[in-house]
């Protein structure tokens, strides 16, 4: 019944910019911490940013300043706005969904909601 569905990938090159969304159902994301992973081929998934119930957020190094992680509760909808965009930075993106009280500094193993990812990929 809990759906996560992303949508927004795409193929750009170097430098310019994607929108990803991820619309929930079956749960209502203002009572959810929600993160951004991605996956390359052959890598381990990584935390990207993530967003708070309140609207604090936490990026990681290698996107602070190009990506902007934000929420439209009453829509239900996730975003991700991804600019200045590198090479390095393809991968499958996913939405995720967690209750853990440590929120945006939760592990991967509490996300318990997950979307079914979309592509991007950021040709040089």
């Known amino acids: 019944q809990v759906q996560l569905v992303e949508s927004g990938g795409g193929s750009v090159q170097a430098g310019g910019s994607l929108r990803l969304s991820c619309v929930a159902s079956?749960?209502?994301?203002?009572?959810?911490?929600m993160g951004w992973f991605r996956q390359a081929p052959g890598k381990e998934r990584e935390g990207v940013t993530f967003i708070g119930r309140d609207g604090s957020t936490r990026y990681e190094d290698s996107v602070q300043g190009r990506f902007t992680i934000s929420k439209e509760d009453a829509k239900n909808i996730l975003y991700l706005q991804m600019n200045s965009l590198k090479p390095e930075d393809t991968a499958m993106y996913y939405c995720?969904?967690?209750?853990?009280?440590?929120?945006?500094?939760?592990?991967?193993?509490?996300?318990?909601?997950w979307g079914q990812g979309t592509q991007v990929t950021v040709s040089s």
């Open positions: 079956g749960i209502t994301i203002s009572t959810y911490c």
């Open positions: 995720a969904a967690t209750l853990s009280p440590w929120c945006l500094w939760a592990p991967v193993g509490q996300y318990k909601h």
